[in-house]
């Protein structure tokens, strides 16, 4: 079993930036690829972005290029999401995955991922 807790959600300036976190317990982080979700309301779940196991690959939404990095320290066990240049459109419960597989491959699809943060509320006011 996997325990997921993220945190450093909160409100924010259009322009402003935020840094979420999320830490990992329970399984060995450090084999698995993570990721970022978000969800608005009314909208489906959708990639935000994603790290390979050792953090030598990355993928990123096209709507968060260039914003946004997503970085992991496998011996905090912790994953991390700095998020720059926030539109009030990046509104949204943002939540950290872990992937089922060891793969070397990053999923932009919710289903590949396994276990799953409770999630944090970032709102960016215009």
């Known amino acids: 079993q996997v325990h997921l807790v993220e945190s450093g959600g909160g409100l924010v300036q259009a322009g402003g930036s935020l840094r979420l976190s999320c830490a990992a317990s329970g399984r060995t982080f450090s084999n698995y690829p993570m990721a970022w979700f978000r969800q608005a309301p009314g909208k489906e779940r959708e990639f935000v972005a994603g790290i390979a196991w050792n953090g030598g690959r990355t993928a990123f939404a096209d709507s968060v290029k260039g914003r946004f990095t997503i970085s992991r320290d496998n011996a905090k066990n912790t994953v991390y999401l700095q998020m720059n240049s926030l539109k009030p459109e990046d509104t949204a419960v943002y939540s950290c995955?872990?992937?089922?597989?060891?793969?070397?491959?990053?999923?932009?699809?919710?289903?590949?991922?396994?276990?799953w943060g409770q999630g944090t509320q970032v709102t960016v006011s215009s």
């Open positions: 995955a872990a992937d089922r597989t060891m793969r070397l491959t990053i999923a932009t699809t919710h289903t590949t991922y396994e276990y």
